[in-house]
């Protein structure tokens, strides 16, 4: 019993049977335009009076009811916000945005079509049968009160049995009028889903959205990393050989602390901008990004502060490289150092080369192993970010010993061979494409 009475009168139901009311009241104004056709058509003046030409005004106002709702998209988005509000049904199962296509238009139609016709029918019975059930049910009192005659009620009516059910035909229909309201609601809530959904193209679209924002997390990841990831591993080591070299040499120790002190305030420019893109819902690009005719300098100076003796040969002009190949390419050589101080130590002989052949460009860093040299701990993910950038610019990377022959490029996806574990050098090779680049 309390199942049947939460079905009729539940929260949900209460929901519903307001969205079927605000159905009606939208297609009140159809409904005086169907008058002003009915009314010259069965040349009658009092078309509200008479039961028959109301429902036909009602019939003829429904076909314009769907034509506003093919002819206007946002009804649509205007439908499935009432649905998600009102009906209880799972906003992942409507679509978002207005229609675009002439499939998603009709189907839009034909909801605004069915919304209006089952709550202006709703709408009337919800008008009319509570009076009329209120009077079923004081009808006994009234007749005890005043007789019969006080309601000029017909003598077949006027029947002790007849007064005696009045009340109970009341109560009866009003249970029918809220059962018809929760199934109307019921078949608009299941009907909802296949008619306000999303087409193939709304889901094409929004998976083009997911992928899309997912992209620039991504992006947005990458630049975290290189860039917090690589200031991190430099002012580890800067202070480092500050405190070995406290005493010893002064002089040292003070570029060092001013190294410490630019890279710091750099990253966290850097981080500002990034945060500020994920905050502000901006691209990347938005902020300056370091290239390498701009910051090159200035990373080599303060890799070189921690103790790291960088040789670089720079047999390209920086100034002509297309703009992302000069932002890629810093990413890249960044990450080639840091991942070179990481795992072969600060006082590690760095050689880095940059230049352009067959329409490439190419970077390689290359750095020995050494058994002596302690192996910090992580890795892989930086090496994992240059194969991503490559890849986006159609390029290849190669990293691996070189004694191990021909390097293979998959190993940007295992990480770095540990130092301490092999002797050699260890050789990042990237090759980036000119051509293309956008």
């Known amino acids: 019993m309390s199942e049947f009475v939460r079905h009729l009168f539940g929260r949900r139901a209460r929901r519903r049977w307001i969205h079927l009311i605000l159905g009606g009241a939208l297609a009140m104004p159809y409904v005086f335009v169907g ?9 009658s003046r009092y078309v509200f009076q008479d039961l028959p030409l109301q429902l036909l005004s009602f019939t003829v106002g429904l076909p314009l009811a769907a034509l506003t709702a093919a002819l206007f998209p946002l009804t649509r988005s205007l439908e499935a ?3 998600r509000s009102l009906c209880g049904v799972d906003a992942g199962l409507l679509a978002h945005g207005p229609a675009r296509t002439r499939a998603a238009k009709g189907r839009a139609a034909a909801w605004f079509t069915l919304h209006l016709g089952f ?17 079923l049910a004081a009808l006994p009192l009234i007749v005890w009160l005043g007789g019969a005659e006080a309601v000029e009620l017909p003598e077949s009516l006027a029947q002790p049995w007849v007064l005696a059910l009045a009340p109970v035909a009341g109560v009866a229909t ?18 909802a889903p296949a008619l306000l959904g999303p087409t193939p193209e709304d889901r094409l679209a929004a ?34 050989a500050a405190r070995r070299l406290l005493d010893a040499d002064p002089e040292f120790v003070r570029e060092a602390l001013a190294a410490i002190e630019d890279t710091t305030r750099r990253t966290v420019g850097e981080l500002d901008a990034v945060l500020g893109v994920l905050r502000d819902g901006g691209a990347p690009g938005t902020a300056p990004a370091p290239t390498l005719a701009a910051d090159l300098d200035g990373l080599l100076r303060r890799t070189r502060a921690g103790g790291a003796r960088v040789t670089a040969t720079l047999a390209a002009d920086a100034e002509a490289l297309p703009p992302v190949l000069a932002r890629e390419g810093y990413r890249i050589v960044q990450e080639g150092l840091s991942n070179a ?8 002989r760095v050689s880095l080369r940059i230049e352009v052949a067959d329409e490439h460009l190419e970077i390689t860093v290359e750095n020995p192993l050494a058994h002596a040299s302690p192996c910090r701990p992580g890795g892989g993910h930086g090496l994992r970010g240059i194969a991503d950038r490559a890849r986006l610019l159609g390029g290849t990377v190669e990293a691996g010993t070189v ?17 301490g574990t092999t002797k050699g050098t260890w050789r990042l090779h990237v090759r980036l494409p000119m051509k293309g680049a956008a």
């Not at 709550?119 to 008008?127: D, E, H, T």
């Open 174 to 191: 009003l249970l029918a009028l809220a059962g018809c309201a929760a199934v109307s609601g019921a078949l608009l809530a299941r009907w």
């Open 119 to 135: 709550g202006g029918i709703i709408s009337g019975m919800s008008l009319a049968v509570p009076p009329f059930a209120g009077f």
């Open 341 to 348: 101080l990481k795992h072969a130590g600060d006082q590690v």
């Open 207 to 240: 998976a083009e959205a997911r992928a899309a924002d997912l992209a620039v997390r991504n992006r947005l990841a990458r630049e975290l990393h290189d860039s917090v990831g690589h200031a991190l591993s430099a002012v580890t080591l800067q202070a480092s």
């Open 35 to 43: 008058q002003l056709v009915v009314g010259p058509a069965t040349d």
């Open 81 to 83: 916000g009432a649905v």
């Open 403 to 419: 004694e191990a022959g021909a390097a293979e490029a998959g190993a940007a996806a295992t990480g770095p061979a540990k130092a």
